[in-house]
């Protein structure tokens, strides 16, 4: 049994069948990338306040990564070198 989460490989059975920009639409059909408030909400309700927290710190965290990619994706878009 492997005990770490790297060593697990999953398939989805719809990429045995399809692929490229079909499997991608009924992928995201299957398993939307973005979860609606009440979703989150929902799980939020059963967290601990230690979790909302840590929830919301890594939310902070990857909106400001985000936010970075963002920047840099848009001085390459518009001609200007990225800058650290």
Do not use: C, W
Request: glycine share 4%; no cysteine; charged share 25%.
């Amino acid at each position: 049994m492997p005990t770490h989460i790297e060593e697990l490989v999953a398939i989805d059975p719809l990429a045995l069948f399809f692929r490229g920009r079909v499997l991608q639409i009924l992928l995201e059909m299957k398993h939307p990338h973005v979860p609606s408030v009440g979703d989150i909400g929902k799980a939020l309700e059963k967290a601990t306040a230690e979790e909302r927290t840590a929830a919301l710190n890594r939310a902070r965290t990857l909106a400001a990564y985000a936010k970075n990619v963002e920047e840099a994706a848009q001085k390459y878009a518009t001609g200007e070198k990225a800058v650290a």
